[in-house]
């Protein structure tokens, strides 16, 4: 590639002047680039094993980038896009809309039955994962650590309902609650069993209660190797000092985790909007009004070919979502950074 | 009363509460288990009857019979519908478990590999980018990807659901990160002396120095892809997976959906559920010791 310079003294401000430089320093660059020899003179720096690198990089990061660039940039650009469009069912196609489709969520919001509920029962999840669920990871993985009675098998029963799928759990659930909860009410005489599951006044009770059971373990492996991690001196100068296993874990254990805590509060935080409480595992589409939940409302919307008019909608509503959990989720995080810093160890 | 056996004393009482509790827990757990179990070996009637004693005759014909019988409906294009049996939901369980796995294992090995172990300009870039997905939350993507998905024509399509599983974000960069970081270059710089490339260094020297945490994340990925019966619902309806087949079974009317009732769906969970035990037991100190990383800091 020959790289003649253009004349100088020349007017480079037309257009053609104007590409002919462009031209030319195109090439410039890519000769100092790869390093070529021209007219026997070698005018890059780069030398051979670095072009091998570069090539090497491209190589490895063409793919994940390509993927990642299509289907988290481009999706949530396009996702956007979409809150501001009205799909046409009669073309098939999409057409700008303004406004319309917040418009739209304000007066399902305000008009649709199960939107109250779904306010409730998401705080009600939220609630429940943090109050209840939470301390309890920590605590059954303290347990485990202080290598208390039966704590290997402990250990392992509440790891068990992690890696089941939801399916597995809320069939065997659901199933004894149809099927075996009756026998028990039989074989003790205490006339007919509830039907827990599908009754409105105690379904949405029974699904917290099976969130409850099924996460009791929760992240014991994360907050088992956590403790784990944490330096056998400074649990042994504590213990010299006659410290308590009580005060080891208010003092010592809860403040050295406290920023896997965090993150974990974060996350519930971030999927606030998203939570579904394994509604559709037991229910499908036929969840009743009341077990309603904003994560539950939201799948269904956009589940087979009869969602794809509801896209636009769903998306204003995942877009005011965002707006709304992105600046709690960030101010909650720099929050947490400030009551607690982490600390190396 | 001295003070420190009041101290301790709360600590015993702690323990004693805490075992109760524990033991509560796993009675059920064990027992709803051993439930499903037995109540998968019974026969219809014997299950109507009994929903909660021991079989009264062992059934183990329902463990075969459910291959044949139980089996999910899909609508085909231009074929109209058709029915999937376990063979094939097993099949297709297994293609999108081990498709999503690899090509999401090695994506992003190769990313923090890169990240990690060389200078360039993207390099900090892309860690920064990473710890912003993870921190961002973004509610309803799933409208605008389902509708790209369309339009690319990677809607209902294994291989494309594979693919798209191939970005780099997430915590599993994150460790793999850090594991690199750890690694000594100098094991490269001999591979180079050897006439080694850059492709051979990384797949040759760098992976298998950390086969131990690739070989645990490439687990935990399985068993979440194995589990995922969500996928066939939202992306994928035609190459239903047998954890999408039990979740069709659970939600269908029992008497529409086989002849033998409850305790077939039951061995359609147990069925199920099996390989991931299987999984679990032959991995179960890399699943129980090796995940202490999880003190990395975000």
């Known amino acids: 590639m020959s790289r003649k310079e253009p004349k100088k003294g020349t007017d480079r401000s037309s257009l053609r002047e104007k590409v002919k430089w462009g031209i030319y320093d195109l090439k410039c660059a890519f000769h100092n680039k790869v390093g070529v020899r021209l007219h026997g003179k070698k005018t890059s720096t780069m030398t051979k094993a670095r072009v091998y690198e570069k090539l090497f990089l491209a190589a490895v990061l063409a793919f994940p980038l390509t993927i990642f660039c299509v289907f988290y940039i481009g999706v949530n650009i396009n996702s956007i896009f979409l809150a501001f469009k009205e799909y046409d069912s009669a073309t098939g196609k999409y057409f700008w809309s303004g406004f319309g489709n917040f418009k739209q969520f304000f007066e399902m919001m305000n008009s649709e039955a199960f939107m109250g509920y779904a306010w409730k029962n998401t705080f009600i999840l939220f609630a429940v994962n943090l109050i209840i669920n939470l301390p309890f990871h920590i605590i059954n993985a303290y347990y485990v650590y202080k290598k208390n009675p039966l704590s290997k098998t402990f250990r392992f029963l509440l790891f068990l309902p992690s890696i089941l799928s939801s399916v597995i759990t809320v069939t065997m659930f659901k199933y004894f609650m149809v099927y075996g909860l009756p026998g028990i009410y039989k074989l003790f005489k205490l006339g007919e069993a509830p039907n827990l599951i599908y009754d409105p006044s105690t379904g949405f009770a029974t699904i917290i209660g099976y969130s409850f059971w099924v996460n009791f373990g929760g992240s014991i492996i994360l907050f088992l190797g956590l403790m784990n991690r944490i330096p056998p001196d400074i649990l042994e100068a504590a213990s010299l000092d006659g410290i308590t296993p009580v005060k080891e874990f208010w003092h010592i254990i809860l403040p050295l985790i406290f920023p896997t805590i965090s993150i974990y509060i974060i996350n519930l935080l971030a999927g606030f909007f998203a939570q579904q409480g394994s509604l559709y595992t037991f229910y499908g589409t036929d969840a009743r009004n009341e077990f309603y939940t904003f994560g539950y409302y939201y799948y269904i919307q956009v589940l087979g070919e009869a969602g794809v008019p509801k896209y636009p909608v769903a998306s204003a509503a995942g877009l005011l979502f965002t707006v709304v959990t992105v600046p709690v989720t960030l101010f909650a995080r720099w929050g947490m950074n400030k009551l607690c810093p982490s600390v190396d160890y | ?298």
């Open chain 2, 1 to 298: 009363m001295t003070k420190s056996k009041v101290k301790n004393g709360k600590w015993g009482v702690f323990r004693i509460v805490m075992l109760l509790l524990l033991s509560v827990y796993s009675v059920t757990m064990i027992f709803l288990i051993a439930w499903v179990l037995l109540s998968s070996f019974k026969a219809k009637s014997d299950f109507n009857f009994y929903p909660l004693g021991f079989p009264k005759k062992f059934y183990f014909e329902n463990y075969v019979n459910i291959f044949r019988e139980l089996s999910v409906q899909v609508t085909v294009p231009g074929i109209g519908q058709r029915s999937i049996y376990f063979p094939e939901l097993f099949l297709y369980s297994l293609l999108y478990s081990v498709g999503c796995t690899a090509v999401s294992i090695i994506s992003k090995a190769m990313v923090a590999y890169a990240v990690a172990k060389y200078r360039f300009r993207l390099a900090p870039v892309l860690y920064t980018v990473n710890i912003i997905v993870m921190i961002v939350p973004i509610v309803g993507r799933l409208p605008s990807e389902l509708q790209l998905m369309r339009a690319i024509g990677f809607y209902d399509n294994l291989l494309a659901l594979c693919i798209m599983k191939g970005s780099f974000t997430g915590m599993d960069f994150m460790l793999l990160h850090a594991t690199f970081c750890t690694v000594s270059w100098e094991y490269a710089e001999a591979a180079k002396i050897d006439g080694a490339s850059h492709f051979t260094i990384m797949w040759s020297v760098m992976f298998p120095m950390v086969k131990q945490v690739i070989l645990i994340l490439a687990l935990t990925n399985f068993i979440t892809y194995w589990n995922d019966w969500n996928v066939n619902v939202t992306y994928m309806p035609s190459y239903p997976t047998a954890a999408y087949a039990l979740y069709t079974f659970q939600n269908s009317n029992i008497n529409s959906i086989s002849m033998g009732g409850v305790p077939y769906v039951l061995c359609a969970c147990t069925v199920v559920m099996l390989p991931i035990l299987v999984l679990f037991y032959v991995f179960r100190d890399h699943f129980m010791g090796e995940v202490s990383f999880g003190g990395l800091k975000g």
